[in-house]
């Protein structure tokens, strides 16, 4: 019964390819969001939709495309890798439409590595 | 711009030894503070959280943090250390998007604590 599961957790492949991460929340959030973590640990936002509409979108290269077929998933794609694309991402949802004063749940991660 | 300060990158303590974890943010309005644990291999688990009310608040694990609006802090805080609390220690601030509503998280770099038997 985990509240926030993503696939795969673990996801190695070569630079020019397509690959996607799935995440799926059964909490019953608004909100969703993609974090990553780059080789520092250090943690940025991607993107947050909420209720399947884009609402921040962080200057991130248009390789990455975020889709939310429903309220409860949020994959991301991501086309062409580059070997700067390694990193942990992961997966988050908050209740309350994502406003402010609302905590965030997190995922274990995907860790991506292109070789 | 709002920004997360975690001046220390990693810190050993001693199993059975009193921890503070120190966090500095900037954020132009009323802070929404957390603190997460990251252990290896693993996701973001919540520690606590700061809306308001007392500053003194407490969280999973035995852990408390106390925001300091005059220093601009909220330092994490634990009278005894299990070596079970090994793991990347973040802190957060809650800032608003600007024209959305909606809130990011912004992390600081994280803190590495290390329990020395």
């Known amino acids: 019964d985990t509240a926030v599961s993503q696939t795969p957790k673990y996801l190695v492949t070569q630079m020019g390819n397509d690959k996607s991460i799935k995440c799926e929340q059964n909490?019953?959030?608004?909100?969703m969001y993609w974090y990553k973590q780059d080789s520092k640990k250090f943690l940025k936002i991607m993107f947050s939709?909420?209720?399947?509409?884009?609402?921040i979108n962080e200057t991130v290269p248009n390789r990455f495309s975020p889709k939310s077929p429903d309220k409860a998933h949020l994959n991301l794609h991501i086309n062409s890798l580059e070997l700067g694309d390694s990193a942990v991402y992961f997966c988050?949802?908050?209740?309350?439409?994502?406003?402010?004063?609302?905590?965030?749940?997190f995922g274990q991660g995907t860790r991506l590595t292109v070789v | 711009a709002q920004s997360v300060t975690q001046p220390d990158i990693h810190i050993t303590v001693s199993e059975g030894a009193s921890l503070e974890l120190r966090c500095n943010y900037s954020?132009?309005?009323?802070?929404?503070l957390f603190w997460y644990v990251q252990s290896p291999g693993q996701g973001l688990q919540l520690l606590l959280k700061?809306?308001?009310?007392?500053?003194l608040v407490q969280g999973i694990k035995g852990f408390e943090a106390e925001f300091k609006r005059s220093q601009s802090s909220f330092n994490l805080r634990k009278p005894s250390v299990h070596w079970s609390d090994a793991a990347e220690y973040f802190c957060?601030?809650?800032?608003?998007?600007?024209?959305?509503?909606?809130?990011?998280?912004?992390f600081g770099t994280g803190t590495r604590l290390l329990v020395s038997p």
């Open positions: 988050a949802s908050s209740p309350g439409q994502g406003r402010m004063n609302t905590e965030a749940f």
């Open positions: 909490l019953g959030h608004d909100t």
């Open positions: 939709y909420n209720n399947k509409e884009l609402i």
């Open positions: 954020y132009g309005a009323t802070p929404y």
């Open positions: 700061y809306f308001s009310g007392d500053t």
């Open positions: 957060a601030v809650g800032a608003l998007v600007t024209d959305t509503g909606f809130q990011k998280l912004v």
